[in-house]
C-alpha cells in the first residue's frame, strides 16, 4: 500500500480501515491477542532462567499477528508462516543482490512461499461456505469488505497488506512493550500506577466475566499515556521519507520533486515542542495540547500506519497481563544501548520473568 499512487492508496485505505481498525475487527482481536500472550508469558516465567526479553516478545508478537491475521488454522501453517518470515525478514535489509547465496535472493523465495500460502488460505476460504470450523481472522474481514460500488479488494492488495502488517507490526510492538517494562521498572512510583488501574478493572467487571473487553481497554487512562511516552521516548523508526510536490514548504525552500527525510527522534525530543524531553514522563500526555504531527510514531497522513490501533491494542494488553502477573529481573541494567537501525539494549534486555504470587 506505501508503493501506490495516492488516489488508489485512497480508495484502499478507505476499503481497509473497518477490517483492521474498527470496533468490531478490534473487539475480535482482543481475544486472540490474549489467546497467545497468556500462555507465552507463563511459558517464559516457567522457564526460571535469564532470556533475551526482545527476542522473546519478537516471538510472541509474531504469533500474535499471525493468530489475528487467520483466526484459527492448522498449527502447520502457523509453522509455516514462521519459517519463511524467518527466511524473509533479514533479506529485506540487505542490499539487494538477487543471486543465489545473498540474503536478499533467500528473501525472495521465502516472500513467494509465503504469497502462495496466503492465496491458498485465501481460495480454500471461499470455498467453504460455513465458518464453524474456525474462528474469523482479519483475512476473513478483508474478503468480506465491500466499496460503493460492490467492489471487492483484490487478492494482490490482501496480500500485500498482510505482508505489510506482518512486517510492521510484531518488531514494532515488541520493541514498545520492552521499552515500557524498561521505564516502568526504572520508575516505581509509575509502575504501581500503571499496575492499580488493571487491578481495579478487575475490580468493576462482573464475577463471571471471562477475560478483557475492548470496552475495558477504552477505560484505561494511564496506560494509554505510557504507551505513547514509551512511543515517543524511543521510536521504533526514525524516519520516514516523502517527495515534495510544490516547491514550498513555510519557513524552507524546497525544490519540487526533492526527498525529504522526516526524523522522527529528532522531533519527538525537540525542546520546543516537549518539556523535559529526555525524561519519561506519562503526565505530559495529560490534557496535551501539541500542535498537530508534532507526535508521529506510525508516520502521518494519508500514509500513516494501517495496523496503528491494533498495535497498541496488543501493546495493551501484553503489558496489563505483565504488570498484573509478573515481574522484571533485570541483569544487566546499565548496559550499553545501540541505536541502530533502533533504540535497545545491545544485549537483547538480559532479564528474567518472575511470576507474582
Not at 233 to 250: C, T, Y
Not at 336 to 345: A, Q, V
Request: glycine share 6%.
Amino acid at each position: 500500500m506505501y508503493g501506490v499512487p495516492n488516489s488508489e492508496h485512497r480508495h484502499l485505505r478507505r476499503l481497509t480501515t473497518d477490517p483492521i481498525n474498527g470496533h468490531r475487527a478490534l473487539a475480535l482481536y482482543v481475544r486472540y491477542i490474549e489467546v497467545i500472550v497468556i500462555p507465552s508469558l507463563e511459558e517464559l516465567a516457567a522457564m526460571n532462567r535469564p532470556i533475551k526479553f526482545f527476542n522473546e516478545m519478537k516471538r510472541i508478537g509474531f504469533k500474535v499477528i499471525a493468530q489475528v491475521f487467520l483466526g484459527s488454522t492448522k498449527d502447520s501453517v502457523l509453522s509455516s508462516m514462521v519459517k519463511y518470515y524467518t527466511e524473509l525478514f533479514p533479506g529485506v535489509l540487505f542490499l539487494p543482490f538477487n543471486i543465489p547465496g545473498f540474503a536478499f535472493h533467500r528473501a525472495l523465495k521465502a516472500r513467494k512461499k509465503l504469497v502462495k500460502m496466503i492465496q491458498d488460505e485465501l481460495d480454500e476460504r471461499r470455498a467453504t461456505t460455513s465458518v464453524e470450523d474456525r474462528k474469523k481472522g482479519m483475512v476473513d474481514l478483508l474478503m468480506e469488505v465491500e466499496g460503493d460500488k460492490g467492489e471487492k479488494l483484490e487478492d494482490e492488495h490482501i496480500i500485500d497488506l498482510l505482508l505489510l502488517i506482518l512486517f510492521a507490526g510484531h518488531e514494532t510492538t515488541a520493541h514498545t512493550i520492552m521499552w515500557a517494562l524498561i521505564y516502568l521498572n526504572h520508575h516505581p512510583e509509575m509502575l504501581r500506577k500503571a499496575k492499580e488501574e488493571q487491578e481495579m478493572i478487575i475490580k468493576r467487571r462482573s464475577s463471571s466475566q471471562k477475560g478483557l473487553t475492548l470496552s475495558e481497554i477504552k477505560q484505561m487512562e494511564y496506560l494509554p499515556k505510557v504507551i505513547d511516552e514509551s512511543l515517543r521516548r524511543s521510536n521504533f523508526a526514525f524516519a520516514i521519507f516523502r517527495k515534495e510536490r510544490v516547491s514550498f514548504v513555510p519557513g524552507y525552500t524546497i525544490p519540487k520533486g526533492w526527498k525529504v527525510v522526516v526524523w522522527h527522534r529528532a522531533l519527538h525530543m525537540d525542546l520546543n515542542i516537549y518539556s523535559n524531553p529526555k525524561e519519561f514522563l506519562p503526565s505530559r500526555w495529560e490534557n496535551h495540547r501539541f500542535k498537530g504531527r508534532t507526535f508521529i510514531p506510525f508516520g502521518a497522513g494519508s500514509r500513516t500506519c494501517p495496523g496503528a490501533d491494533l498495535a497498541k491494542l496488543e501493546i495493551a494488553i501484553s503489558l496489563r497481563y505483565f504488570l498484573l502477573n509478573y515481574k522484571l529481573e533485570e541483569l544487566n541494567p546499565k548496559g550499553p544501548i545501540t541505536y541502530l537501525p533502533l533504540p535497545r539494549p545491545a544485549d537483547d534486555y538480559l532479564a528474567r520473568i518472575i511470576k507474582l504470587p
